[in-house]
């Protein structure tokens, strides 16, 4: 798999952006959108969220149906100025987190870094202990982009840029 060469403001929206709204499809065929952290695995070329096994409904449908999509639109906090908005529509892999290899541990620190109130928490030593179903195991989903498009600017009523993923997935 070679992964998708993005231009510089693309790949700094999907490392600088706090969330993304990811995309699923239900068991009735229905989009379902929610907001998640993300961290994006630049030399792996793809992008990995993990959701807690105490709501696992993403992971779910991205397994049952692995098209996916993750929106960048929010660039609140990114400090990022005139940042594109950016689609990914990709394929999903789901598995259970069992050791925690170098992309969870980035989008860990990336919600550490970007929720610093987050680290109170989870460095309680007795939260720890009460709540390790909640914070430490984890489902991940990692998306590989089938094809991106991006707005310059935020501004989706423009052309949009498009790169695909040569190999036709």
């Given amino acids: 798999m070679t992964a998708l060469v993005l231009p510089p403001d693309v790949t700094a929206v999907m490392q600088?952006?706090?969330?993304a709204e990811i995309t699923t499809i239900n068991r009735a065929g229905q989009p379902?959108?929610?907001?998640?952290a993300t961290y994006f695995d630049e030399e792996a070329g793809r992008v990995v969220c993990a959701v807690s096994i105490a709501f696992?409904?993403?992971a779910y449908n991205a397994r049952r149906n692995p098209k996916v999509s993750l929106l960048y639109s929010d660039p609140t906090g990114s400090g990022l100025e005139a940042a594109p908005t950016v689609l990914?529509?990709?394929t999903a892999e789901v598995a259970e987190v069992l050791d925690y290899p170098p992309d969870i541990i980035g989008l860990f620190a990336n919600v550490a870094r970007n929720q610093p109130d987050s680290s109170k928490f989870?460095?309680?030593r007795i939260a720890r202990r009460v709540f390790s179903w909640y914070l430490f195991q984890r489902i991940a989903i990692r998306v590989t982009p089938d094809r991106v498009t991006a707005w310059p600017g935020g501004d989706t009523a423009s052309e949009p840029f498009v790169w695909e993923a040569a190999d036709g997935r």
Avoid: D, E, R
């Fill in 122 to 124: 989870s460095g309680n």
């Fill in 32 to 36: 379902l959108t929610w907001p998640a």
């Fill in 16 to 19: 600088s952006f706090f969330t």
């Fill in 56 to 58: 696992p409904v993403k």
């Fill in 88 to 90: 990914v529509q990709g």
